[in-house]
């Protein structure tokens, strides 16, 4: 039996998986198991921020392996602590929770937001506005904060609380931001909905309305934090940093980690007893996360700029780009005339790593993939579109 068939025979089909056995990766890229190189343009969806097995990373890793792998929550470790306060450092934000996935670090959110609202009004002001096009995670609650129908089948019922308003229409907002709202929730940038940027209106529009009525800002930035988009947050290509914001996927450079961070005016809700994970804060993530934040100094950000625009210029002079959305190293080309589900599959065969998101062809390199590695990809997908 090859390595698909025994996969498939004991593990549940819940992914349209391709019939490739990746075995190993250095820097920008993987190798199958016959050894065959793809150049990734997808990052494992955007975790693997510095590449595959990043020396520093490994050494930062292994390292805490051979000091204390887990702890409970029952008990302090160094390495929570310095992580937490250089993510609080980095963002300005005055205290965060530890989980271990995006739709965790939502979940926290969630609950903080309704707690908050509780706790100073009482009943009835726990609904929660997302958007149409959103995406939140895949557990039931997250499920139910996903603002698309799809989404909503199967699993019924779903979690109650959820009011979606249409991305980016203001009235619409203003229409059903009533009292039952304790929070709004958004992505500056769709990521699975085709990487769609908000509108710069819209979100100041959430901002000054929420303001008014003491309605929280959660910005799930799950896949546009920790440098995607040029900037630590995304929220800061917006000018703006909301109540609350989760980060997960690229903060720990591949390994499982979520976190949900909180300003001055929420920080403390909640309580002893309130919330909590068995792996959350694993030291082994925070290490991870610790060695990628360690590597956002200098220019590392203005570069992720830059090589954004690169890939996005290169990406425009194709003949069956339509155009290109997103920003930094997270963009979404539209095509002409060809299903971008089907180059994902020729970029497979020949050596490409590609994503798509909607209808559109998605990029998420590694943030630290060079000018060289893009001209690479991007020749490769040249012969195929
Ligand atoms: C991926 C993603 C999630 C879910 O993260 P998981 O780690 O898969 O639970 C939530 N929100 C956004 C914006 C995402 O891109």
């Known amino acids: ?16 998986r391709f019939d490739v056995v990746m075995e190993r ?115 039931l609650c997250t499920l139910s904060a996903t603002g698309q129908d799809v989404f909503h089948n199967y699993f019924f019922p779903f979690a109650e609380g959820f009011i979606y308003v249409e991305t980016n229409n203001i009235d619409d907002l203003k229409a059903k931001l009533d009292d039952t709202v304790c929070a709004v929730m958004f992505e500056y940038v769709q990521g699975e909905g085709g990487v769609c940027p908000l509108d710069k209106e819209f979100v100041n529009a959430i901002f000054e309305l929420c303001a008014e009525k003491d309605v929280l800002t959660i910005a799930d930035e799950v896949q546009t934090g920790v440098g995607r988009t040029g900037k630590f947050l995304a929220g800061e290509n917006f000018g703006k940093l909301a109540d609350i914001t989760t980060l997960a996927k690229g903060l720990a450079g591949g390994v499982p980690i979520g976190v949900c961070l909180a300003g001055e005016k929420c920080c403390d809700v909640l309580t002893k007893g309130t919330h909590g994970s068995t792996f959350g804060g694993n030291p082994i993530s925070c290490a991870g996360a610790t060695a990628v934040l360690d590597r956002m100094g200098g220019d590392f950000l203005e570069n992720v700029t830059r090589k954004g625009i690169y890939l996005k210029g290169k990406l425009l002079e194709i003949d069956e780009v339509e155009k290109v959305d997103g920003m930094g190293l997270m963009l979404g080309a539209t095509l002409k005339t060809k299903k971008a589900a089907d180059i994902v599959a020729a970029g497979l065969e020949s050596g490409l790593l590609l994503l798509t998101a909607k209808e559109k062809l998605r990029f998420l390199p590694p943030l630290t993939i060079t000018i060289e590695e893009i001209d690479e990809g991007i020749e490769k997908l040249k012969e195929i579109l």
């Open 25 to 139: 990766g250095s820097k920008r890229t993987a190798y199958d198991e016959n050894g065959k190189k793809y150049i990734d343009f997808g990052s494992g969806i955007g975790t693997n921020s510095l590449g595959f097995c990043d020396e520093k990373w490994v050494e930062a890793i292994c390292r805490q392996a051979r000091t204390i792998q887990h702890t409970s929550n029952y008990y302090y470790t160094k390495i929570q602590a310095d992580l937490a306060e250089k993510l609080c450092g980095m963002t300005g934000y005055k205290k965060m929770f530890f989980g271990n996935s995006g739709a965790e670090a939502n979940e926290c959110a969630i609950k903080l937001a309704r707690k908050y609202s509780f706790d100073k009004y009482g009943k009835g002001r726990h609904n929660i506005i997302t958007l149409t096009n959103s995406f939140h995670g895949r557990t």
């Open 1 to 16: 039996m090859n390595t698909i068939e025994q996969f498939n025979e004991h593990v549940m089909p819940s992914y349209g």
